[in-house]
């Protein structure tokens, strides 16, 4: 059973920063993509960064876009999205999902191509 379990986020002031961490269990990922999603109060889902498990190729929204940066550690079998320049835009709940490589590096803002996703961590940012 593929499970995605986040974990970092927290309190920052405008300007901060924090590192949010995706531990994901159930399988190699061996071609999957590993992405972050957000959602605030009152929107919907929306999409944040992408990377290729097996190659490191990285996609960004562009809301965050020199300010985020996604990574992973496949021998930790962890997922990471450091944040700098926070915004108070960026308050969500953050979420983490996996999906299979049948869309290769396509379509990755759409949520609904992803397969599995964790139950979210909040990132608050004070302005």
């Known amino acids: 059973q593929v499970q995605l379990v986040e974990s970092g986020g927290g309190l920052a002031q405008t300007g901060g920063s924090l590192r949010l961490s995706c531990a994901a269990s159930?399988?190699?990922?061996?071609?999957?993509?590993l992405g972050w999603f957000r959602q605030a109060p009152g929107k919907e889902r929306e999409f944040v960064a992408a990377i290729h498990w097996s190659g490191g190729m990285t996609y960004y929204a562009n809301s965050v876009k020199g300010r985020f940066t996604i990574s992973r550690d496949n021998a930790k079998n962890t997922v990471y999205l450091q944040m700098d320049s926070l915004k108070p835009e960026d308050t969500a709940v953050y979420y983490c999902?996996?999906?299979?490589?049948?869309?290769?590096?396509?379509?990755?803002?759409?949520?609904?191509?992803?397969?599995?996703w964790g139950r979210g961590t909040q990132v608050t940012v004070s302005s």
């Open positions: 159930g399988s190699t990922f061996s071609g999957y993509i």
């Open positions: 999902a996996a999906r299979t490589g049948r869309y290769y590096f396509t379509n990755l803002e759409r949520s609904e191509t992803y397969d599995y």
